[in-house]
């Protein structure tokens, strides 16, 4: 069977070109934070997006259906969270590696070698997810992976140049499972949540919050680089400064991570019952 094709309905351009720019100004905007064009194109990201909400409020084909938000709670609340996950844990590969080679002096090869450990972990692991959503209620499954995350953040943070390095390859095999176990397991809130004319919808905004996640993550790495080091590049002879900041971006990142497996847990995330 065929599915049905809405007709009439014309591409949110403006939506897709607000999106585009918002997202384009808040990226260079972080890398060039210690610069004042930096703090200006910022300043016209937030603008931007904060125009493509109130555009997609009205909009008769709207990119992003905000009405799935105000009457959907278990969908509202499980991409909250993809975002929430997303945003706290993405930067540990970019920190980490930047760890590797500035504060133990390694490679960029070996640091590569040492960083493949979250992903296997993740490629190993991802069944196990789907696995415990068949028994398990979907958001808890979630909240086990977020909890994770959020602790792998936790301990990162507590780093140092001397630490052992098993200690940081332990931290990215926790990270990779606990990425594992939370995908497939909000993926089924958010595509459980909603009736199958929406699924369509429901898909890509998964993927929106993973994106906007992982980007607004890089951008706040960016930005707490960029006042520790300004414009110099992270080397051996600013480690310090360099440590200061990761430490401090480390730790932001795990009480979000901790807020959003509280709100995991507590959450109606839970597929509404059928009539």
Same mark, same amino acid.
């Given at each position: 069977?065929?599915?049905?094709?809405?007709?009439?309905?014309?591409?949110? =351009?403006?939506?897709?070109? *607000? @999106?585009?720019?918002? @997202?384009?100004?808040?990226?260079?905007?972080?890398?060039?934070?210690?610069?004042?064009?930096?703090?200006? @194109?910022?300043?016209?990201?937030?603008?931007?997006?904060?125009?493509?909400?109130? =555009?997609?409020?009205? #909009?008769?084909?709207?990119?992003?259906?905000?009405?799935? !938000?105000?009457?959907?709670?278990? !969908?509202?609340?499980?991409?909250?969270?993809? !975002?929430?996950?997303?945003?706290?844990?993405?930067?540990?590969?970019?920190?980490?590696?930047?760890?590797?080679?500035? +504060?133990?002096?390694?490679?960029a090869?070996?640091?590569?070698?040492?960083?493949?450990?979250?992903? *296997?972990?993740?490629?190993?692991?991802?069944p196990l997810?789907?696995?415990? &959503?068949?028994?398990?209620?979907?958001?808890?499954?979630?909240?086990?992976?977020?909890?994770?995350?959020?602790?792998?953040?936790?301990?990162?943070?507590?780093?140092?140049?001397?630490?052992?390095?098993?200690l940081?390859?332990?931290?990215?095999?926790?990270?990779?499972?606990?990425?594992?176990?939370?995908?497939?397991?909000? &993926?089924?809130?958010?595509?459980?949540?909603?009736?199958?004319?929406?699924?369509?919808?429901?898909?890509?905004?998964?993927? +929106?919050m993973r994106?906007?996640?992982?980007?607004?993550?890089?951008?706040?790495?960016?930005?707490?680089l960029?006042?520790?080091?300004?414009?110099?590049? +992270?080397?051996?002879?600013?480690?310090?400064?360099?440590?200061? #900041?990761?430490? +401090? &971006?480390? =730790?932001? !990142?795990?009480? *979000?991570?901790a807020?959003?497996?509280?709100?995991?847990?507590y959450?109606?995330?839970?597929?509404?019952? #059928?009539?």
């Amino acid at each position: 069977m065929r599915p049905s094709v809405v007709r009439g309905l014309r591409f949110d =351009w403006t939506g897709a070109v *607000l @999106m585009a720019l918002g @997202m384009m100004l808040l990226t260079q905007g972080g890398t060039h934070f210690d610069a004042p064009e930096g703090k200006l @194109m910022l300043a016209a990201a937030l603008l931007a997006l904060a125009a493509f909400v109130a =555009w997609e409020a009205r #909009a008769d084909a709207p990119l992003l259906d905000l009405r799935l !938000f105000a009457g959907n709670k278990p !969908f509202a609340f499980a991409c909250v969270v993809q !975002f929430i996950n997303y945003a706290a844990t993405f930067g540990i590969t970019f920190l980490l590696s930047l760890y590797l080679q500035i +504060a133990r002096g390694m490679t960029a090869g070996e640091a590569g070698l040492v960083l493949m450990a979250q992903p *296997l972990t993740q490629a190993v692991l991802s069944p196990l997810s789907g696995a415990l &959503v068949e028994r398990v209620a979907p958001h808890r499954v979630a909240t086990l992976g977020m909890g994770m995350g959020s602790a792998a953040m936790a301990s990162a943070a507590l780093l140092g140049p001397q630490s052992p390095l098993p200690l940081a390859v332990a931290i990215l095999l926790l990270c990779g499972a606990g990425t594992a176990i939370f995908a497939t397991a909000n &993926v089924s809130v958010i595509m459980g949540s909603v009736a199958p004319t929406h699924y369509g919808v429901a898909s890509a905004m998964t993927a +929106a919050m993973r994106t906007t996640g992982m980007t607004f993550c890089l951008v706040v790495a960016s930005i707490a680089l960029s006042l520790a080091l300004g414009p110099h590049p +992270a080397t051996a002879q600013n480690a310090p400064q360099f440590m200061t #900041a990761m430490r +401090a &971006v480390l =730790w932001g !990142f795990a009480l *979000l991570g901790a807020g959003g497996t509280a709100l995991s847990l507590y959450a109606p995330m839970r597929p509404p019952a #059928a009539p």
